[in-house]
């Protein structure tokens, strides 16, 4: 519910002529931002160390310790294996697990105390980023002692993985940037995961593509006449679309496509390796031995990213999504803006919902898995800027792809526990990299046009 | 140019807005119009911007009637508008603010960045704005995010600029400085209408003045010509008592003292740094400063909404730092809270719930219980008759009242036991003139049973209408602790705009 509840910043509040006088709660009046907030920094010249931010550089160095721990009563003592990371067909690279689990052990634990003691100040993040990459690297040494492990092929599955997210998230940022909650991302894309394959099984896959992103369009748009028409709780009606598609496809997909199987039966899209470029050593492969779906992704995040920050659609979406009424008042139409982004999010949602059409070739009920949501929790972690987005998304997709990779390598580690980890790893990150993320100020906020 | 609204009518469920309004506006002159709040001056500018449809009348440009649909369409035609709360995205620069909405754009809607700053510091520089274009607006102070307005209605090429209550948010010398720029414009053929519910300020600026009463206009005045009080009674309609009547203070001990406050925010920021005063009994001490400088944390501090990370608060001698709010209202300390909306009132009670909202949980109301709903039904009439609260009956929801009876209910409720100490914050604020009379009457005659009173305000008339002593805040700080009778508004404005510190003695 963390990831579900963190968008939704204020309870809107409607404004009504009548109370034009009261500044309006977590509203943009830039008049109770006040002349001092900014400056007071300025005068006193430092920050003081206020309880809450003890208590949080505490709460760190905990969870270091709490780290540490586990490197010593569980990865420091597998069965003393030694992990072989293949890196290309004929190099790899061997670690014993004992012995690096006592490393990453010592150091989480120094740099435990050292936040405890006095905090790390600005190397913090910087501090995190390299405690996390050698914990998650010793656990799988310790998952994989004894067997070989392709470094390559995970890092590939990753982006792979990342690839719907990214679509995801993408549609999220197009319409919460403009001001509208989207919990529906889940539907959307189950929506363009259905439609494209039967209309795929049809057609071609093609063609059912450009079904998903049409289907996936309208429900978009469904979502914005309730938010915009109707002053719906956004939160609510995203949800009633999660149920509806869910549902409908469900019952679609038993009554349909499982006593036709003609119609549930795409040929899949394979992966396009891009010449010279794929014969790098490492990065080749993981970057450039990919499906079109990745790279389309990976081109949308710089255009949407470039639009969104040096266009004239992206100052007006952002405006509309900070202070519609500076908008309004400017003759931008508010509501206009809204459709038509929420008709490109539901487009782009569908699209990405065609991935595992593409992928795997059919249907099956709730293919995404929930994955909807996750892309939500990357529009957050990823402060509402695609590329940030794709960094989140890069995080989960390794998530999913260790996942997959230790339920194959038959690590002992029971599956479900490993269906569980993204969503695991989505608590945690929303958890301590969600805090400061600032939503757009209007989101979630009807628009009322005067 | 010349701007006609001509029999202007606007209906709200339950009002008339505006009733058969006539105006003009010239370029080259200013226009203010002055009503009280509720008179429907908003109304009418919002009419004229497009943002409202007149249920009947018509607005003439230049002797050709024409149809605003949108502010799009208001701005086609030169009319340029400085809203009460300013319409910028904070986490947006000056030059961004300025042309959202006509952006300079070249290869697939790319922003000109270039071309937009040069636009911006041209206009800037030439109506003497001083605006640095890629400055972030959140990091601006209120008057110079006034300016960004300004130039954004310039930008657009407006003939007539319309300024809602534009004083309401700037200290007196922002004032001046803001009088120096509507006379720069004004020399540059801009008409000018300026909204106001400030007298002083009308007679100062304008050229022709006309009043606004109850939606309807009740005639227009020269400055130069009408005084303040023959104003103030053209727009309340009867005659008004501007000065607050009070005797000379005569104050005892100290009952409320803050020592050596110190609150800092979660975010770390020092909010209140290291204050301290006494509020004694029989005096009224007026907090003054510009809105955002820590008046609303000293508030918060004082009646237990806040915990300070150190100092004390106590109330004739008796620590209340850590108290609850309850063991605040349990301490016979009354707490009329800055907005009547979100802290004051529940809107959806009834006007009786809203009256024992603070002692609902004692006697008589409660017999640690059962609710006793008709005693406090009783005394809920009793208090509307005494405090000429105008509501319909006890039983109408407090949101239905207007923003004057909504404040006597809080008062009523707030004043009406026996006190030690009063911490009203912006009692007035959004107040019409004839209730504003009675809260500030009420203020003074607790004062004068010998309570303590601190009174927390951002209109400077205000604090210096009341106060004993008044205390500006700056930044979070005391930068001044001064007797009212030894100081006036322009040396307060000073310590406000922070261009002053007091020594201490």
Partial sequence: MGLVSAPVDEPSDTPSSADAERPQRGGPPPTSVGPGEEAYLGTLGFLEESPENKRRARNIGIAYLVAAVVCLVVFARGDGGVSTFGISDDSSFSVAGIPLAWFTAVTLAALGGAQIMRGTGKWTAAAASVAAILFVFTFMAWAAAGQSFSLTGTLQDALKAATPLVLGALAGIMCERSGIINIAIEGLLLSGAFTSALVGSLTNIWIGIVAAMIASCLLALLLAWLAIRFSVDQVIAGFAINFFVLGLTSFLDSRVLTRNPDYNSVKTIGDIEVPILSDIPFIGPILFEQSFYVYTALALVGIIGWALFRTKWGLRTRAVGEHPQAAGTLGVNVIRRRYYNLAMAGAIAGFGGSWWTADVGRFNENITNGRGFIALAVVIVGRWNPFGALLAALLFGFADALALKFSFLGTGIPSEFLEMAPFLVTLVVVASFGRGARPPKALGQPYEQQ | ?505
Avoid: C
């Fill in chain 2, 1 to 505: 140019m010349e701007l006609e609204l001509r029999g202007i009518t606007k209906r709200f469920p339950g009002v008339v807005a505006n009733d058969d309004v006539n105006l003009t506006v010239r370029t080259g002159e200013v226009l203010a119009l002055v009503g009280e709040n509720g008179a429907g001056k908003s109304t009418l500018m919002n009419i004229m911007y497009g943002l409202y449809h007149a249920d009947e009348g018509e607005i003439v440009v230049d002797g050709t009637p024409q149809t605003f649909a949108s502010p799009g369409d208001a701005i086609a035609a030169g009319i340029g508008m400085v809203h009460q709360h300013f319409m910028l995205v904070p986490v947006f620069t000056v030059a961004e603010n300025v042309v959202l909405g006509v952006e300079p754009t070249g290869f697939l809607g790319r922003i000109e960045r270039d071309e937009a700053h040069r636009q911006v510091a041209e206009i800037s520089a030439q109506y003497g704005l001083d605006l640095d274009p890629e400055a972030l607006v959140e990091t601006l102070p209120v008057g110079i995010q006034q300016r960004i307005e300004i130039l954004k209605v310039l930008f657009r090429n407006a003939e007539i600029v319309v300024f809602d209550e534009p004083t309401a948010v700037l200290t007196p010398q922002e004032i001046e400085e803001f009088f120096n720029i509507v006379d720069a414009l004004k020399a540059a053929g801009k008409g000018i209408v300026f909204i106001t519910h400030k007298l002083k300020e009308a007679l100062r600026i304008a050229d022709r003045i006309s009043v606004l009463r109850r939606g309807k206009t009740v005639g227009s005045a020269d400055p130069k010509e009408i005084n303040e009080v023959q104003l103030a009674e053209m727009m309340v309609g009867r005659p008004v008592q501007l000065v607050v009547e009070k005797e000379h203070a005569e104050p005892g001990p100290a009952t409320l003292s803050v020592d050596d406050l110190h609150v800092v925010t979660p975010e770390g920021r020092s909010v209140l740094d290291h204050i301290s005063f006494d509020v004694r009994a029989g005096e009224i001490v007026g907090v003054a400063g510009v809105q955002g400088n820590g008046q609303t944390e000293l508030v918060e501090a004082l009646t237990g909404l806040r915990d300070p990370v150190s100092g004390t608060v106590t109330i004739d001698g008796s620590d209340i730092t850590t108290a609850t709010p309850r063991e605040v209202h349990d301490a016979r300390i009354a707490h009329i809270p800055e907005d009547r909306q979100r802290s004051g009132l529940v809107g959806a009670f009834s006007v009786a719930e809203n009256m024992v909202l603070t002692s609902y949980a004692s006697e008589p109301f409660s017999s640690g219980f059962l609710m006793n709903w008709s005693k406090a039904r009783e005394v809920a009439a009793e208090l509307v008759e005494q405090y000429d609260v105008r509501t319909p009956s006890i039983d109408t929801p407090a949101s239905n009242l207007s923003g004057g009876n909504q404040q006597k209910v809080i008062v009523a409720r707030e004043l009406s036991r026996e006190l030690r100490a009063v911490i009203a914050s912006q009692p007035t604020r959004g107040v019409d003139v004839g209730s504003i009379e009675y809260i500030h009457a009420q203020i003074v005659k607790a004062r004068d049973e010998g309570v303590a009173v601190l009174v927390v305000s951002t209109e400077l008339d205000e604090v210096m209408a009341l106060a004993d002593r008044v205390v500006v805040m700056y930044r979070g700080r005391i930068v001044a602790n001064l007797r009212r009778d030894e100081t006036d508004h322009s040396e307060v404005g000073l310590f406000m705009a922070g261009a002053k510190e007091q020594q201490p003695a």
